[in-house]
């Protein structure tokens, strides 16, 4: 009886700890709104989305160079390229669920398309004269000034490893209850 519950809690701490590593990061996604220099100042739309490993992220926040997912209207960005791409997103360590504080981007979507904005949680409300956001069309070298971002809904997922070792642990206990 004895050997069968060390051997059930051996069994359950293994399969716990062989989970942990598996997935073990902590995701921030973010909606990325826009506004047009011909839109309504108010009117802000959701063009597309970004998510971030806190895994990549230094001891101030700063994620250089890397995400999960990036898209625009629909379309994937490429995977980071440090010849032409350049990506920097500030996350508040003391607050994850704020999201992000800044934005700063340079990425291709297709070969012919690249999608550069700046997006700063702490400027003052952006003006239709201050453009952060543009369309550069890499086949003909032409420039499209489109508007003004910001950040949208964001959702914070936290670490899988912690639910599976809670998981786990219940488990156990079930297991232990129905043998006593």
């Known amino acids: ?22 997935a ?17 100042a108010d009117e802000f739309e959701v063009i597309g989305s ?14 250089s160079g890397a995400w ?3 898209s625009f209207f629909g379309y994937e960005a490429d995977a980071f ?28 979507v297709f070969e012919e398309l690249s999608f550069a904005g700046v997006i700063d949680a702490y400027a003052e409300e952006p003006e239709f004269e201050n453009i ?16 003004t971002l910001a950040f949208g809904d964001v959702s914070v997922v936290p670490t899988p490893a912690t639910l599976v070792l ?3 642990a219940v488990a156990g206990l079930v297991s232990r209850r129905k043998h006593s």
């Open 50 to 63: 970004l998510t971030i490993s806190l895994d990549t992220m230094n001891e101030w926040g700063e994620v």
């Open 1 to 22: 009886m004895l050997n069968k519950l060390i051997l059930s809690a051996f069994l359950s701490i293994t399969l716990a700890l062989s989970f942990t590593g598996a």
């Open 24 to 40: 073990n990061a902590t995701l921030i996604s973010q909606d990325i709104l826009f506004n047009s220099e011909y839109d309504d």
């Open 166 to 168: 809670f998981l786990t």
């Open 68 to 70: 999960e997912t990036f």
């Open 132 to 147: 952060t956001f543009s369309l550069f069309n890499n086949a003909n070298a032409e420039l499209y000034d489109a508007g």
């Open 81 to 108: 390229n440090p010849e032409w791409d350049q990506f920097i997103a500030i996350v508040d360590v003391n607050d994850l669920y704020a999201g992000l504080n800044f934005l700063q981007f340079d990425v291709t």
